[in-house]
């Protein structure tokens, strides 16, 4: 039967730590996986991928104890229901805004009486024996606030039945309730921004529920767990990918051309 460890791990008392796969690939996900991660997220919105590139990487996880989380498109029942059959466990959702929205969202997740999902968990099932109705208590409906009618809803939204936590997308909810003035990215300073990413995590606290926020930079993650965040992200495949390699590039041009004689410079 499944066992969600991310949230046995909660339960338990401690902050869990993400990561973020946006490539298409069951090695990049198998790699992943195997650095400690206590959470990995397949991104179906905006990552380079879809159903048939997410499977697969599911698969490659199964064999390291890592909690498979989707990021769905759009609160779309067809696609959530083929994320949990495809073994998902934690389901973000973009872009919720109402308690009506969280509450249609949250719908999808689990089976009658408690939900409209449909039955047929054609993977899960493999990768669960035993995985049935039962499930309803172990799968978890993680709701993206990341407008400014969301976070005006944000109380609504966390005391919908069937929402188990909510994440912050701190790109959109800059552009949303910044009316421009700040950049999309990780990490902000900005005091008003700051303090409605920290209202978030106080109103999932107060409604029982958890919170995860989107990071960058590991020291900044640490922070938002002082802020009252379950789960923060850091960075994912291809930011560090790109960061790795050009560390590796700058280093060797630092020590080869950065370091060679003049005159070997104007040799031919």
């Known amino acids: 039967m499944l066992r969600n460890r991310l949230k046995q791990h909660w339960e338990a008392g401690k902050p869990s730590l993400n990561g973020w796969l946006s490539i298409a690939s069951p090695f990049v996900a198998e790699i992943m996986a195997g650095q400690g991660y206590d959470s990995l997220t397949i991104d179906?919105?905006?990552?380079?991928?879809?159903?048939?590139?997410?499977?697969?990487?599911l698969q490659a996880m199964r064999a390291l104890p890592v909690t498979p989380i989707v990021r769905v498109p759009?609160?779309?029942p067809g696609i959530v229901m083929k994320a949990l059959d495809a073994?998902?466990?934690?389901?973000?959702?973009?872009?919720?805004?109402?308690?009506?929205?969280?509450?249609?969202?949250?719908s999808f997740m689990r089976y009658p009486p408690r939900g409209t999902r449909s039955y047929g968990p054609t993977r899960?099932?493999?990768a669960h024996p035993g995985y049935g109705v039962g499930a309803n208590d172990e799968?978890?409906?993680?709701?993206?606030?990341?407008?400014?009618?969301?976070?005006?809803?944000?109380?609504?939204?966390?005391?919908?039945?069937?929402?188990?936590g909510l994440y912050v997308g701190p790109s959109d909810l800059a552009l949303g309730t910044t009316d421009g003035r700040l950049a999309p990215g990780f990490d902000p300073t900005d005091e008003t921004l700051v303090a409605s990413i920290r209202r978030i995590a106080s109103v999932a606290k107060a409604s029982g529920i958890r919170a995860g926020l989107h990071c960058g930079a590991p020291d900044y993650a640490a922070e938002a767990i002082q802020w009252g965040f379950d789960m923060t992200t850091v960075s994912g495949d291809t930011r560090l990918l790109a960061m790795a390699a050009a560390a590796s590039v700058t280093r060797w041009r630092e020590l080869t051309?950065?370091?060679?004689p003049k005159a070997a410079d104007a040799g031919g």
């Open 139 to 164: 799968v978890m409906a993680f709701a993206m606030i990341e407008t400014r009618e969301g976070l005006e809803n944000v109380e609504a939204i966390a005391a919908t039945p069937g929402i188990d």
């Open 87 to 106: 073994g998902a466990e934690v389901i973000i959702c973009p872009m919720i805004n109402t308690a009506a929205e969280a509450a249609e969202f949250a």
């Open 124 to 126: 899960a099932g493999f």
């Open 44 to 57: 179906l919105q905006h990552g380079a991928l879809d159903y048939a590139g997410m499977l697969p990487m």
């Open 74 to 76: 759009w609160r779309e």
């Open 257 to 260: 051309l950065g370091a060679a």
